[in-house]
């Protein structure tokens, strides 16, 4: 499944280090993940989301408040015909974690444990690592989403979740036919944030994005009410979301303690694969 970030030969794992034919080699961390960003892929010394925002968002995805997505996201994996799936940027491996336990379960009766491959790359090394020692049974790597560090056509679909991509990348990743499936915000996600830093509140989006060499085959939108009143959850909300920036300290206190709910708005697409025509 993985290749060589430096000169793209495939790699071969030999107990727990995996080289290539041109002897670079990169070892499997005790946690059971592999780095395979190299120094001069990052683009500054520890990339990808600092210790505090990890922390609040894996209290926050763990207080289930995202849940109904994840059980949205996988009841559509689980209609697909996937055995090997990606998930782009997967973090600290909620969503990840949660896809192979569903898949596992739905796909029991069709195939071998050992037939099931679910991968997690991120680029923040720390995220991998929380990762790969919550939950064993995927692989994970931190690798760069733009040079992914996998064989062409090996994955029967992609997960990517806000995840920035490089088209061609997951052009050259997938199988003919394959799936991509994404998760973006819906015109009015988190519109009370919004309305709290903004004089005129701008929505959303809803247009069905154009993925080249892709085509569009559905969409869902999941749309609820989350109540924040309980602990910290908006206050762990806001580390997650660029919108946190337009916030002093008085004024994040403020929105905090006086907004007993936000209004979630995911818009998920399935996209399929063209396939090369005569």
Known sequence: MFI??????SLHLSERRYSCINRHSF??????????????????????????????RRQFLDSGAYQPLSDQVNQLMG????????????????????LE?????????????RDLEITGIDIAKNAVRISAKRYPNINFAVA????????????DAILRIYAPSLNTELQRVIKPAGYLLTVTP??????????AVYQEVKLHQ?????????????????????????GQLL???????????????????????NTPKVTIDFLIDVYQRNTLTS
């Not at 085959?217 to 009143?229: A, W």
Request: charged share 20%; hydrophobic share 30%.
């Open 186 to 195: 819906g015109p009015r996600h988190l519109i009370e944030m919004k309305q």
């Open 79 to 98: 209609t697909l015909p996937v055995q090997r799936v990606l998930d782009l940027g997967c973090g600290e491996g909620y969503y990840t974690g949660r």
């Open 206 to 230: 809803d247009a069905i994005k154009i993925e080249e060499g892709f085509s569009h085959q559905q969409r869902q939108q999941l749309s609820y009410e989350l109540d924040t009143t309980a």
């Open 27 to 56: 070892d499997i961390a005790k946690e059971g993940y592999v780095n395979l960003l190299p120094v001069q892929h990052k683009n500054s010394k520890a990339p990808g989301d600092n210790p505090q925002m990890m922390q609040a």
């Open 144 to 155: 760069s989403a733009y040079q992914l560090p996998l064989e062409a056509a090996y994955f």
């Open 101 to 113: 336990q569903c898949l596992s379960q739905l796909k029991k009766p069709q195939l071998n444990s």
């Open 4 to 9: 060589c970030p430096i000169c793209q030969s």
């Open 235 to 257: 206050d762990q909300l806001l580390q997650m979301v660029p919108l946190a920036w337009k916030f002093t300290g008085d004024s994040r206190q403020q929105f905090v303690h």
